[in-house]
């Protein structure tokens, strides 16, 4: 018997097990030095990203940039599920190989192959357990790859439903704040006819923001999904709601500011959230998003479309510091994630994805 092997099998499936039941089952933010899975995407996609920055064409690069998330996903299922084969079959020979095969030939090899046609259910009959303990230990990895299994068949699932959820009201965005969305696209459209339509815009991206955070936390992969769609994706659409609202607070006059209030801090409790997840450093945008250029074209937009805008400096002031409380947080995930933040206006000539789509 080799105890040393007994117990690196028996703390690899203690620690395959906690992950993959923090992972899966524990809707929570756990709060710890190490974990496998964050392990195990750091190393992934430290490299993957690297080589997506290196793509000189942007429809490559995205393309390479959406097979991370879904592909990730199964790796990591399949990491879990070898693990605890080895693992298993690390036990069975720790203890002795008491297996019997039809040719008579033991060795870990044959430990091996009985622990994955045991994990996954197979139940060939080629090689048999011959003691109570070889029993014992077969019968529990038959019981766990049964239970690991309906696990995963139920996860997959609940991650499509919550990037399906995510993604409709992305789209829904596109008609409302151009392609990509800018703050000064969606106050013009929402504000011709007075503030109703923009407070029900405001409540439902604020239930929007809060869904957000609530899936991505205790789901971590869904920040690696992409939109389906050129000139989208969750961060861009996160950072437009900010502006809009930030825009709202300080220098729209006779907005819904209390329903901008409300919507920005869910908004800005997700970006902060988020960033701790990934543990991301927050650091200011390396080109200013609101230029001086840009705050004039900004004014200008909004005064064409019969928006009434403060330009006195007192609200100059307010719009940049409250800029400050998520501008950092969302370029930190915007540099990690690879997903560009939105300008604060259109660019000239623009179409929105609906009118260029045949």
């Not at 592909?71 to 084969?85: D, F, P």
């Not at 409300?262 to 945008?285: E, S, W």
Request: hydrophobic share 50%; glycine share 6%.
């Amino acid at each position: 018997m080799h105890v040393w092997a007994v117990a690196a099998a028996g703390l690899l499936i203690l620690v395959i097990l906690w992950d993959a039941f923090q992972t899966i089952v524990l809707s929570r933010r756990v709060s710890r030095a190490f974990r496998l899975t964050r392990a195990f995407y750091l190393l992934l996609w430290t490299p993957w990203s690297a080589v997506a920055q290196h793509v000189r064409q942007s429809k490559r690069r995205e393309n390479l940039l959406t097979v991370f998330g879904p592909l990730s996903l199964i790796l990591l299922i399949a990491l879990w599920a070898l693990g605890l084969i080895v693992s298993f079959a690390l036990l069975q020979w720790g203890v002795g190989s008491e297996l019997a095969g039809a040719d008579g030939v033991s060795g870990f090899g044959v430990d091996l192959y009985m622990s994955g046609t045991t994990f996954f259910t197979l139940g060939l009959g080629d090689v048999t357990p011959r003691t109570t303990l070889a029993r014992a230990l077969t019968v529990l990895e038959a019981g766990m790859g049964f239970g690991f299994l309906a696990l995963v068949i139920g996860y997959v699932p609940l991650i499509s439903q919550a990037f399906s959820r995510r993604e409709v009201s992305i789209s829904m965005l596109d008609a409302r704040a151009g392609s990509p969305p800018t703050a000064a696209q969606l106050l013009r459209r929402h504000l011709r006819d007075g503030d109703g339509d923009l407070r029900g815009l405001l409540r439902d991206w604020e239930r929007w923001s809060a869904e957000l955070l609530e899936s991505h936390i205790s789901f971590p992969v869904l920040s690696y999904f992409r939109s389906q769609h050129d000139n989208q994706s969750w961060v861009a659409a996160l950072t437009t709601l900010l502006d809009v609202c930030a825009l709202v607070i300080t220098r729209i006059e006779d907005g819904p500011a209390l329903t901008a209030r409300l919507t920005f801090a869910m908004a800005r409790h997700a970006v902060l959230d988020l960033c701790a997840i990934f543990h991301l450093t927050p650091a200011p945008p390396a080109v200013d998003r609101l230029a001086p250029a840009e705050a004039k074209r900004l004014e200008s937009v909004l005064a064409a479309a019969g928006v009434r805008f403060s330009a006195d400096e007192a609200s100059v002031a307010k719009l940049t510091a409250l800029r400050a409380t998520y501008e950092p947080y969302v370029q930190a995930l915007s540099r990690f994630l690879i997903m560009p933040l939105p300008a604060w206006t259109p660019p000239e000539g623009a179409q929105d994805s609906w009118h260029t789509i045949a």
